[in-house]
């Protein structure tokens, strides 16, 4: 496995720094999502025209990877549908660019439970179109386990539609089993053969109240994930997702980018 961070645990973070550090600490690689304030990264400084063969040599020159391309696109609601699939595609081709592997996309809601077949069509629709775009590019597209459709059982209907190599899924560890109370074994039982990718997180719940918190101080299954990954063969990234930009009460990466590393490689040491 390949450890990498989500750059939304490092919002005040330079791209120099954010380099620098995933060098200095160890890490395989940095997931991208939002960079020096930009969130839409076709747009953000490393990569404007002018700046994108030196950000690409300097990627080189410290041996960092990057793992995935975070776009905000989800395809729920008709009237957005067409702008992010724009997006989407703007994503896939920088992502070529620079020889990344996977872009990740949402489906993401189901505002009116009488609309959800019209919405699963949707989704469908937009990731075939994707999947054809990308063909051919050496990029993914990766749909997160996120939202109403973070039940594996809901996704499934949606990945049965696109059996695309293109297609894929980003399992976020973290909210099948939070909030749909499902457990890793179910997970990889229904979707396992499509994680191309995959997201960590960590938290507890307090008084009815959900709580993030340092990964291994709460009480998500890790160690039985990653041992479920690992069994089916799963060589792909372990990927933190630290959403400090969100939640800016959360401990500063320096403190939770060093301890995710440790964990982790911890729990890896003792499955293998």
């Known amino acids: 496995m390949k450890i990498c961070f989500s750059t939304l645990g490092c919002p005040e973070w330079t791209w120099d720094r954010i380099l620098q550090q995933a060098n200095q600490l160890g890490y395989d690689g940095i997931e991208l999502r939002g960079i020096e304030g930009e969130m839409y990264l076709p747009k953000a400084r490393p990569f404007r025209r002018e700046n994108k063969s030196a ?72 990731l075939q179109r994707l999947g054809e775009y990308t063909s051919g590019s050496g990029v993914c597209i990766v749909i997160e386990t996120h939202g109403d459709f973070s039940r594996s059982s809901d996704l499934k209907l949606i990945l049965d539609e696109v059996p695309m190599p293109e297609i ?57 994930c990653l041992s479920l990954l690992l069994k089916t063969g799963y060589s792909g990234w372990v990927s933190l997702e630290w959403e400090k930009k969100w939640h ?23 499955i293998v």
């Open 55 to 126: 950000t690409i040599a300097q990627l080189e020159d410290l041996q960092v990877q990057i793992s995935c391309l975070g776009t905000s696109a989800s395809f729920h609601d008709p009237d957005q549908w067409q702008t992010n699939l724009d997006m989407a595609r703007e994503h896939i081709d920088l992502a070529a660019e620079l020889q990344v592997s996977f872009v990740r996309v949402f489906g993401d809601r189901i505002p009116e439970p009488a609309n959800r077949g019209q919405v699963i069509s949707q989704i469908v629709s937009a």
């Open 168 to 224: 894929g899924v980003l399992w976020d560890m973290h909210h099948p089993y939070r909030f749909f109370d499902e457990s890793p074994e179910e997970t990889m039982n229904i979707i396992g053969d499509r994680i191309y990718h995959t997201h960590i997180k960590d938290s507890q719940m307090k008084d009815g109240t959900m709580h993030y918190c340092l990964v291994g101080e709460g009480d998500l299954p890790i160690k039985e």
């Open 248 to 270: 800016p009460e959360l401990a500063e990466p320096e403190v939770a980018f060093p301890h995710f590393l440790r964990v982790i490689k911890g729990i890896i040491q003792k």
